[in-house]
């Protein structure tokens, strides 16, 4: 039975003779004990070993011999059991050989109290012993087995005992160390704030209840909730304090999709009842037509509207309920095909639309975040571009029903732009000025009153996408440019969309030479040097490198790479990669030169954020990012083309089939640098990846 169930509280009282044995047991009875039992020498060790025993009392009839032999066997079973020889004998020698040989205590000839005190203090003592010897035991088999991060500190905020956590902090590095000790290199704010919470428990003697903190860059934040309480000894004396501290990054992030899920919906209804005006409009218009004619073509364009306006609820539930953006719903097809199908079922007047796209180029997004972005810039720029209305803040049913279409021919045209994105300019009017400022401010989307609903739709599904959007004036020019109120000309609106995926679908060139990935580089300014190895029978890259970041104005990684004059490829399996942090980088990477300002472009992946494409167009400019966000490995193999200044990422499952995803212009100049990239976007930290099937050939 467990100690704590049943302490050990029996007395076993041995002698030479029963009758002796019974007598001192006789003496012990009135104590508090739940049992005293007596014994002949003979039958000591196994009464012991039988019984729940606390104390055993051993009187020095048995001989001088058998008291050493007997405390010497009561120790070699259990160093702590109690053991008190009762000596009747004038003599020191049976005393001292039985101190010698572990006995707890020698009483000569006690008196009734003397002996039960002696017997009860050394009992108790066991007891409480045992029990904290039992507690202590299970506590580290919680710490150590439950993935429980308890921990206790002394009255100086110093770790006495942690549990041992996979992927924590070693206990052994931590006994005797406050959290500026710990963490004060890799966190110093957090650190001096976890300190300080300590010592205000500490001095306070107030109890701390689910504290939330954080600690980490943006992108690579960690949140731990905290409860602290002051731990007291048995006299209320304060000894330290108690606390467990429970990693809820995850759910901080899950709390923060669900806020940006709250958005989208309180956003639903008003963007829906927007978008539904103009088909319901054109629904309306050829209905009437219809009842009047009976003409077959009106009822089918009726039809049309109403399956678009079912396809607008649909896609607008997608983007409310966030599947818009998910990865497993991005789709790759032929942006000229959505613009046309988009126009068709516009209400156009005697608008045109001049399509620039290529025939090849395919578009890699969600069409449900894509379609309604491009029906509200498309109608945005003929309602306001055919009437003249400069009042954009206006939704078009607000600007009457007399506004129609027929007042001026507008032009619409859509097209590429260089680096990554499409545009859709007119020839109207142009925006107003206070507009086109509002739109350039980052905190534009919201703004209704200033940019109208529609175009609030469009910066809030930009802004999810990592789209960017830059307006400007418009490079349709007829040479009648349209005088505003205050007399000064605007030659139309150019909206620009950025950073959208993209590339056209042709057959791409064979390679031909093959090269070596020959040379090593630190790029940037990354605390650690990293390391570069190949393993040639495993046909096997390991790059590790250290860095802020490969992103904005950062360009810090570890990088293998080899120099090529003219067209080239790269491609490659990232195998795995340490999750150093939710961003960590390892992919393929062609860049201008080895400069931290050096165009580049690259695809690889993120531990848990999935496939990442990354770009500098312009030398010096910030770097942007999309990702792809599929599980981690969906795809694993990564390749990139360079031909001229156009660079293109491919993406494959198997290393066979490549889809084209995204394709720019970038200022390189040769020799171009291909290779591998890995940079842990953890200061000071250093993220370990493998690669195989690696090649780089001119093409």
Same mark, same amino acid.
């Given at each position: 039975m467990n100690v704590l169930l049943e302490p050990p509280r029996t007395v076993v009282c041995v002698a030479a003779d029963q009758s002796v044995a019974n007598e001192l047991a006789r003496r012990l009875s009135e104590c508090d004990f739940d049992d005293v039992i007596s014994c002949e020498t003979v039958e000591a060790s196994e009464r012991i070993e039988s019984t729940n025993c606390g104390c055993v009392v051993l009187h020095d009839g048995v001989g001088h011999d058998e008291v050493v032999d007997r405390c010497r066997n009561v120790r070699s079973t259990d160093p702590d059991l109690p053991l008190i020889v009762v000596i009747e004998d004038d003599t020191d020698s049976i005393a001292t050989a039985a101190t010698v040989a572990g006995a707890s205590a020698t009483l000569q000839t006690p008196d009734d109290d003397q002996l039960q005190t002696v017997v009860a203090d050394e009992l108790s003592a066991y007891v409480r012993h045992r029990t904290a010897a039992e507690e202590s035991e299970i506590l580290d088999a919680m710490l150590d087995g439950l993935e429980t991060p308890l921990y206790a500190k002394d009255t100086a905020g110093r770790h006495l005992k942690l549990a041992d956590i996979r992927d924590g902090l070693d206990p052994s590095d931590a006994i005797g160390k406050t959290d500026i000790e710990l963490y004060g290199d890799e966190s110093s704010q957090f650190a001096r704030e976890a300190y300080e919470d300590d010592l205000t428990v500490l001095e306070s003697g107030t109890a701390v209840f689910n504290r939330d903190e954080s600690h980490g860059a943006s992108g690579t934040q960690h949140w731990s909730r905290t409860t602290e309480v002051p731990w007291y000894d048995d006299e209320e004396q304060l000894k330290g304090l108690v606390g467990i501290s429970h990693d809820i990054t995850e759910l901080k992030q899950q709390e923060a999709r669900l806020e940006e899920v709250r958005d989208r919906f309180r956003e639903f209804a008003d963007h829906l009842s927007h978008d539904l005006q103009n088909p319901l409009q054109v629904a309306s218009g050829y209905l009437e037509m219809a009842k009047e004619s009976g003409d077959p073509a009106a009822f089918e364009r009726v039809e049309t509207a109403l399956d678009r306006m079912e396809e607008m609820i649909d896609d607008m539930s997608a983007i409310a309920s966030h599947r818009g953006t998910e990865a497993d719903n991005a789709t790759t097809f032929r942006l000229t095909g959505l613009v046309d199908g988009v126009w068709s079922i516009l209400s156009t007047g005697e608008a045109q639309l001049v399509n620039d796209l290529p025939e090849d180029y395919l578009a890699h997004a969600e069409q449900s975040e894509l379609r309604p972005l491009l029906e509200n810039l498309l109608q945005n720029a003929v309602d306001h571009g055919a009437t003249g209305d400069r009042r954009w803040v206006e939704d078009p049913a607000e600007a009457g029903s007399e506004s129609t279409t027929d007042s001026i021919a507008v032009t619409v045209r859509v097209g590429l732009t260089d680096d990554g994105g499409f545009y859709v300019e007119d020839d109207g009017p142009g925006l107003p000025e206070q507009v086109r400022n509002r739109l350039r401010q980052d905190d534009a989307n919201g703004a209704t009153d200033e940019v109208g609903t529609g175009l609030e739709i469009v910066e809030s599904i930009a802004s999810r996408n990592d789209w960017s959007i830059t307006v400007s004036e418009s490079e349709l020019d007829d040479g009648e440019a349209t005088p505003d109120e205050g007399g000064e000309t605007a030659s139309g609106t150019r909206f620009e969309i950025r950073n959208c995926l993209g590339a056209p679908d042709r057959t791409p060139?064979?390679?031909?030479?093959?090269? @070596?990935? @020959? %040379?090593? *580089?630190?790029?940037?300014?990354?605390?650690?040097?990293?390391?570069?190895?190949?393993?040639?029978?495993?046909?096997?890259?390991?790059?590790?490198?250290?860095? %802020?970041?490969?992103?904005?104005?950062?360009?810090?990684?570890?990088? *293998?790479?080899?120099?090529?004059?003219?067209?080239?490829?790269?491609?490659?399996?990232?195998?795995?990669?340490?999750?150093?942090? %939710?961003?960590?980088? *390892?992919?393929?990477?062609?860049?201008?030169?080895?400069? %931290?300002?050096?165009?580049?472009?690259?695809?690889?992946?993120?531990?848990?954020?999935?496939?990442?494409?990354?770009?500098?167009?312009?030398?010096?400019?910030?770097?942007?990012?999309?990702?792809?966000?599929?599980?981690?490995?969906?795809?694993?193999?990564?390749?990139?083309?360079?031909?001229?200044?156009?660079?293109?990422?491919?993406? @494959?499952?198997?290393?066979?089939?490549?889809?084209?995803?995204?394709?720019?212009?970038?200022?390189?100049?040769?020799?171009?640098?291909?290779?591998?990239?890995?940079?842990?976007?953890?200061?000071?930290?250093?993220?370990?990846?493998?690669?195989?099937?690696?090649?780089? @050939?001119?093409?």
């Amino acid at each position: 039975m467990n100690v704590l169930l049943e302490p050990p509280r029996t007395v076993v009282c041995v002698a030479a003779d029963q009758s002796v044995a019974n007598e001192l047991a006789r003496r012990l009875s009135e104590c508090d004990f739940d049992d005293v039992i007596s014994c002949e020498t003979v039958e000591a060790s196994e009464r012991i070993e039988s019984t729940n025993c606390g104390c055993v009392v051993l009187h020095d009839g048995v001989g001088h011999d058998e008291v050493v032999d007997r405390c010497r066997n009561v120790r070699s079973t259990d160093p702590d059991l109690p053991l008190i020889v009762v000596i009747e004998d004038d003599t020191d020698s049976i005393a001292t050989a039985a101190t010698v040989a572990g006995a707890s205590a020698t009483l000569q000839t006690p008196d009734d109290d003397q002996l039960q005190t002696v017997v009860a203090d050394e009992l108790s003592a066991y007891v409480r012993h045992r029990t904290a010897a039992e507690e202590s035991e299970i506590l580290d088999a919680m710490l150590d087995g439950l993935e429980t991060p308890l921990y206790a500190k002394d009255t100086a905020g110093r770790h006495l005992k942690l549990a041992d956590i996979r992927d924590g902090l070693d206990p052994s590095d931590a006994i005797g160390k406050t959290d500026i000790e710990l963490y004060g290199d890799e966190s110093s704010q957090f650190a001096r704030e976890a300190y300080e919470d300590d010592l205000t428990v500490l001095e306070s003697g107030t109890a701390v209840f689910n504290r939330d903190e954080s600690h980490g860059a943006s992108g690579t934040q960690h949140w731990s909730r905290t409860t602290e309480v002051p731990w007291y000894d048995d006299e209320e004396q304060l000894k330290g304090l108690v606390g467990i501290s429970h990693d809820i990054t995850e759910l901080k992030q899950q709390e923060a999709r669900l806020e940006e899920v709250r958005d989208r919906f309180r956003e639903f209804a008003d963007h829906l009842s927007h978008d539904l005006q103009n088909p319901l409009q054109v629904a309306s218009g050829y209905l009437e037509m219809a009842k009047e004619s009976g003409d077959p073509a009106a009822f089918e364009r009726v039809e049309t509207a109403l399956d678009r306006m079912e396809e607008m609820i649909d896609d607008m539930s997608a983007i409310a309920s966030h599947r818009g953006t998910e990865a497993d719903n991005a789709t790759t097809f032929r942006l000229t095909g959505l613009v046309d199908g988009v126009w068709s079922i516009l209400s156009t007047g005697e608008a045109q639309l001049v399509n620039d796209l290529p025939e090849d180029y395919l578009a890699h997004a969600e069409q449900s975040e894509l379609r309604p972005l491009l029906e509200n810039l498309l109608q945005n720029a003929v309602d306001h571009g055919a009437t003249g209305d400069r009042r954009w803040v206006e939704d078009p049913a607000e600007a009457g029903s007399e506004s129609t279409t027929d007042s001026i021919a507008v032009t619409v045209r859509v097209g590429l732009t260089d680096d990554g994105g499409f545009y859709v300019e007119d020839d109207g009017p142009g925006l107003p000025e206070q507009v086109r400022n509002r739109l350039r401010q980052d905190d534009a989307n919201g703004a209704t009153d200033e940019v109208g609903t529609g175009l609030e739709i469009v910066e809030s599904i930009a802004s999810r996408n990592d789209w960017s959007i830059t307006v400007s004036e418009s490079e349709l020019d007829d040479g009648e440019a349209t005088p505003d109120e205050g007399g000064e000309t605007a030659s139309g609106t150019r909206f620009e969309i950025r950073n959208c995926l993209g590339a056209p679908d042709r057959t791409p060139p064979l390679s031909r030479q093959s090269l @070596s990935l @020959s %040379e090593t *580089a630190t790029v940037g300014d990354p605390r650690e040097s990293g390391l570069v190895e190949y393993d040639e029978d495993a046909d096997e890259w390991t790059v590790a490198g250290d860095g %802020e970041d490969i992103w904005g104005q950062y360009n810090d990684f570890k990088f *293998a790479y080899a120099r090529v004059d003219g067209a080239a490829r790269i491609e490659g399996r990232v195998v795995d990669v340490d999750h150093v942090g %939710e961003y960590t980088k *390892a992919g393929l990477m062609i860049r201008d030169d080895l400069s %931290e300002d050096a165009t580049y472009g690259y695809a690889g992946t993120t531990p848990i954020r999935g496939t990442e494409l990354l770009w500098r167009t312009v030398r010096g400019e910030d770097g942007t990012s999309q990702q792809l966000a599929a599980e981690p490995f969906t795809v694993d193999w990564y390749r990139i083309d360079r031909i001229g200044d156009r660079v293109t990422a491919y993406l @494959s499952t198997d290393g066979n089939t490549w889809d084209p995803v995204d394709e720019r212009r970038i200022d390189v100049s040769d020799p171009v640098y291909l290779g591998l990239a890995v940079s842990s976007v953890v200061p000071g930290v250093v993220a370990e990846a493998t690669f195989d099937n690696v090649s780089v @050939s001119t093409l």
